[in-house]
């Protein structure tokens, strides 16, 4: 028999803040965590020289600047100077909030980081944190200083790069023995890795993990890529779902998430935030950047969630959606969620949706860790974001479209929603849903 499996920290870092609270009570509070990429510290030195690639119109959705403080007495806690010669900073915003996340779950000794291993035991503590891109500042300076040059690589130099070393760095960081894993799936990274530790944790191999993604890829070579592929606003407002989205603002971020099954959160009085309860997956098998126009993939990721978990469609209340703001992904989206979840449904209970990309925009690999953060608070705390610059609708041509509810203006409160989905989709076609469950204490 499968085991329970339940919420108990939670940790991010985002454009709105760099804490959990800040970052979630700025999203509740409508600011916009995007900035123009020209009041970049370091825009006149990279960027403006390649302004016919990266035009200077567009924002990006940037960590707070002294997030990095390296006087601060948390830094200095987690990093030494080895640290600092050896890992990059993907991986350090990994180490940070997964600190923040053990530290929300009760589990760290006092004014320390270590774990108290009298609440768990570490050689079944699993750690699964991935990353879409890994650190493309060190890949690009070293591949320069190599060519143009002749200067020999640092030996710090693949550890550094490779996608799962953020698992790695903090597996060792705190002492966790259980499996280390990452998986890289583009921007359903984050949710991936959420769901890969659920079913750890449900087959018996793990008690307890730590799960998300950390993303910093914020870079001109990054930008002109996603710029090239025509991926980017270069108007720089994020308007998910609306009639003139015209792609996405680039972010950078990370969110963790502490999972464990029930009976371990229960032995040790652990403070249950939510549960996970379904995870679906699929492959659009269609196009390496677009989904297909009726979102077939979308909706039977949906669909597997739902089975997981032993829903009804119907059950469902508040969507959290990937909703990136690019004319395709949305429309498809939406007409995935409509297919999916609303037949059977009376218009006297909607389905609620929104986007959290419109106040930070698209944190790539780290999305759906950050937004899976965001749905678990909102249930615990019963109040749904609404997205951000959402004016006109996109219209759909769905008879059922009436029960769709999306917010915006302002949050919605007093819904009590039970259960919320959250959306995740990468390049290459993958497609991630997360269905969680309110904690109602039992």
Same mark, same amino acid.
């Given at each position: 028999m499968s085991r329970r499996v339940v919420i108990t920290g939670l940790g991010c870092v985002t454009p709105l803040g760099k804490s959990l609270n800040e970052s979630w009570r700025n999203l509740l509070s409508s600011k916009n965590g995007l900035i123009p990429i020209t009041s970049l510290s370091n825009y006149e030195k990279d960027y403006k020289p390649k302004e016919k690639s990266i035009p200077s119109t567009i924002?990006?959705?940037?960590?707070?600047?002294?997030?990095?403080?390296?006087?601060?007495?948390?830094?200095?806690?987690?990093?030494?100077?080895?640290?600092?010669?050896?890992?990059?900073?993907?991986?350090?915003?990994?180490?940070?909030?997964?600190?923040?996340?053990?530290?929300?779950?009760?589990?760290?000794?006092?004014?320390?980081?270590?774990?108290?291993?009298?609440? !768990?035991?570490?050689?079944?503590?699993? !750690?699964?944190?991935?990353?879409?891109?890994?650190?493309?500042?060190?890949?690009?300076?070293?591949?320069?200083?190599?060519?143009?040059?002749?200067?020999?690589?640092?030996?710090?130099f693949v550890p550094k790069i490779l996608t799962n070393m953020a698992a790695g760095n903090v597996s060792i960081k705190f002492n966790l023995r259980g499996l280390s894993h990452s998986v890289s799936t583009a921007c359903a990274t984050g949710n991936n890795s959420i769901g890969d530790a659920f079913n750890f944790i449900r087959l018996g191999m793990q008690d307890i993990c730590v799960a998300g993604a950390s993303e910093t890829s914020l870079h001109p070579l990054s930008l002109a890529g996603f710029i090239r592929a025509k991926s980017i606003t270069t108007n720089g407002i994020s308007r998910p779902f609306d009639t003139q989205r015209s792609g996405f603002v680039l972010g950078e971020g990370c969110g963790m998430i502490v999972m464990e099954s029930l009976q371990h959160a229960q032995k040790r009085n652990a403070n249950i935030i939510s549960e996970l309860v379904g995870y679906g997956l699929s492959s659009d098998a269609c196009h390496i950047t677009s989904p297909p126009a009726d979102g077939n993939g979308a909706k039977r990721a949906i669909e597997m969630a739902l089975k997981m978990a032993r829903l009804e469609p119907t059950d469902v209340d508040y969507v959290n959606a990937h909703a990136t703001s690019t004319l395709l992904g949305d429309k498809a989206e939406c007409l995935a969620v409509t297919s999916a979840l609303l037949p059977g449904r009376s218009k006297n209970k909607p389905l609620y949706i929104s986007s959290n990309k419109g106040a930070m925009g698209h944190l790539l690999g780290a999305a759906g860790a950050v937004e899976s953060v965001f749905t678990i608070c909102s249930l615990r705390d019963d109040k749904l974001p609404h997205t951000l610059n959402l004016n006109n609708v996109l219209p759909l041509e769905n008879k059922e479209t009436d029960k769709l509810h999306f917010i915006r203006d302002k949050p919605i409160e007093g819904a009590n929603p039970k259960y919320a989905l959250c959306n995740s989709f990468g390049f290459g076609g993958v497609n991630t849903s997360l269905l969680f469950k309110k904690w109602e204490g039992s």
């Amino acid at each position: 028999m499968s085991r329970r499996v339940v919420i108990t920290g939670l940790g991010c870092v985002t454009p709105l803040g760099k804490s959990l609270n800040e970052s979630w009570r700025n999203l509740l509070s409508s600011k916009n965590g995007l900035i123009p990429i020209t009041s970049l510290s370091n825009y006149e030195k990279d960027y403006k020289p390649k302004e016919k690639s990266i035009p200077s119109t567009i924002t990006v959705g940037k960590i707070p600047e002294d997030f990095h403080d390296e006087n601060s007495a948390t830094y200095k806690l987690l990093f030494t100077s080895q640290d600092e010669r050896r890992t990059s900073n993907f991986i350090k915003l990994a180490v940070r909030t997964t600190y923040e996340a053990l530290h929300n779950a009760g589990l760290l000794n006092p004014n320390d980081i270590t774990i108290n291993t009298s609440l !768990c035991d570490l050689d079944y503590f699993g !750690c699964l944190i991935g990353s879409g891109i890994g650190s493309i500042q060190d890949i690009y300076q070293t591949s320069l200083q190599f060519h143009n040059e002749n200067k020999k690589v640092n030996p710090y130099f693949v550890p550094k790069i490779l996608t799962n070393m953020a698992a790695g760095n903090v597996s060792i960081k705190f002492n966790l023995r259980g499996l280390s894993h990452s998986v890289s799936t583009a921007c359903a990274t984050g949710n991936n890795s959420i769901g890969d530790a659920f079913n750890f944790i449900r087959l018996g191999m793990q008690d307890i993990c730590v799960a998300g993604a950390s993303e910093t890829s914020l870079h001109p070579l990054s930008l002109a890529g996603f710029i090239r592929a025509k991926s980017i606003t270069t108007n720089g407002i994020s308007r998910p779902f609306d009639t003139q989205r015209s792609g996405f603002v680039l972010g950078e971020g990370c969110g963790m998430i502490v999972m464990e099954s029930l009976q371990h959160a229960q032995k040790r009085n652990a403070n249950i935030i939510s549960e996970l309860v379904g995870y679906g997956l699929s492959s659009d098998a269609c196009h390496i950047t677009s989904p297909p126009a009726d979102g077939n993939g979308a909706k039977r990721a949906i669909e597997m969630a739902l089975k997981m978990a032993r829903l009804e469609p119907t059950d469902v209340d508040y969507v959290n959606a990937h909703a990136t703001s690019t004319l395709l992904g949305d429309k498809a989206e939406c007409l995935a969620v409509t297919s999916a979840l609303l037949p059977g449904r009376s218009k006297n209970k909607p389905l609620y949706i929104s986007s959290n990309k419109g106040a930070m925009g698209h944190l790539l690999g780290a999305a759906g860790a950050v937004e899976s953060v965001f749905t678990i608070c909102s249930l615990r705390d019963d109040k749904l974001p609404h997205t951000l610059n959402l004016n006109n609708v996109l219209p759909l041509e769905n008879k059922e479209t009436d029960k769709l509810h999306f917010i915006r203006d302002k949050p919605i409160e007093g819904a009590n929603p039970k259960y919320a989905l959250c959306n995740s989709f990468g390049f290459g076609g993958v497609n991630t849903s997360l269905l969680f469950k309110k904690w109602e204490g039992s």
